[in-house]
């Protein structure tokens, strides 16, 4: 499981996500096709894993 956010963001792009606004330290992310919004803390390295769960959650991503 990526805690990094720099790590989740790429996974996000790869999958689709476009990055649709900044606010302070956190971006925020959609996907066209599912509607899905997922809004990442960055830059930080090491994100509590309570935060990469729901981060995961809102992406539509099984835990690894």
Not at 3 to 20: E, Q
Not at 40 to 61: E, F, L, M, N, S
């Amino acid at each position: 499981m990526l805690t990094n956010s720099a790590d989740i963001i790429r996974r996000l792009k790869r999958d689709g996500f476009v990055l649709k606004s900044t606010r302070g330290s956190h971006q925020k992310f959609a996907h066209e096709a599912t509607k899905r919004m997922v809004i990442v803390p960055h830059p930080k390295r090491d994100i509590p894993i309570g935060t990469v769960h729901a981060i995961y959650k809102d992406a539509g991503w099984d835990r690894d």
